[in-house]
């Protein structure tokens, strides 16, 4: 079955990195498109990142340009994001998911979704 598994999250304090992965299973994602959404306490979960599996178009939320970036390892079924310069507002859940519409910011695009990894901004 399609499993998408994240790992990487932890606590940072501001201004420090972390690289979120996500592995892949199940099925050929090559047509597909990797996506990263958050969820902070009590906010609805929102679009934090988004590339084809094959590479192309990139998209990135305002708030994390040039902060964020996504990537891929094709050998290992694996796409990163690696969050540079946190921020508290960053702290929250961070989920991957796959779809087939493209290079969607829209959560109902998605159709395989990983079970989160935490990650906290704080001093």
């Known amino acids: 079955q399609v499993q998408l598994v994240e790992s990487g999250g932890g606590w940072v304090q501001p201004g420090g990195s972390l690289r979120l992965s996500c592995a892949a299973s199940g099925r050929t994602f090559s047509s597909y498109a990797m996506g990263w959404f958050r969820q902070a306490p009590g906010k609805e979960r929102e679009f934090v990142a988004v590339s084809m599996w094959s590479g192309g178009t990139t998209l990135y939320t305002d708030s994390v340009k040039d902060r964020f970036t996504i990537s891929r390892d094709n050998a290992k079924n694996t796409v990163y994001l690696q969050m540079n310069s946190l921020k508290p507002e960053d702290t929250a859940v961070y989920y991957c998911?796959?779809?087939?519409?493209?290079?969607?910011?829209?959560?109902?695009?998605?159709?395989?979704w990983g079970q989160g990894t935490q990650v906290t901004v704080s001093s």
């Open positions: 998911a796959a779809g087939r519409l493209g290079t969607s910011t829209r959560l109902r695009d998605y159709d395989y």
